[in-house]
């Protein structure tokens, strides 16, 4: 059975760093990614790595404070300089599509919400 289990989600204040985990098992993927999402909002792509740990990319809007990490079965996205316009639910994805869009991902974790506050 596939599973990806996310961790990590809080509230933090604004300029703090948090790091988020997603363990995946079941099986392997050729691409993990993470999302977020605020309410009534279409997921936002954020950053993806492929199985092996490169490549890796990071969305524009975030690059600089957003990175993507994995080891061999927990993919991880490191964040610093938190906003308030961070606020979301986090997502992690798999799937075997280099892709940013969200119909790539086959697997979905469970959503850890981070809320900053000002």
């Known amino acids: 059975q596939v599973q990806l289990v996310q961790s990590g989600g809080r509230l933090v204040q604004a300029g703090a760093s948090l790091k988020l985990s997603c363990a995946a098992s079941?099986?392997?993927?050729?691409?993990m990614a993470w999302f977020r999402q605020i309410p009534g909002v279409e997921r936002e792509f954020l950053a993806r790595?492929?199985?092996?740990?490169?490549p890796q990319d990071t969305a524009d809007s975030v690059k600089g404070r957003f990175t993507i990490s994995k080891d061999a079965t927990n993919t991880y996205l490191q964040m610093n300089s938190l906003k308030p316009e961070d606020t979301a639910v986090y997502y992690c994805a798999a799937g075997n599509k280099w892709t940013i869009q969200m119909s790539g991902y086959n697997y979905w974790g469970q959503g850890t919400q981070v809320i900053v506050s000002p």
């Open positions: 790595i492929s199985w092996s740990g490169t």
């Open positions: 079941g099986t392997t993927f050729s691409v």
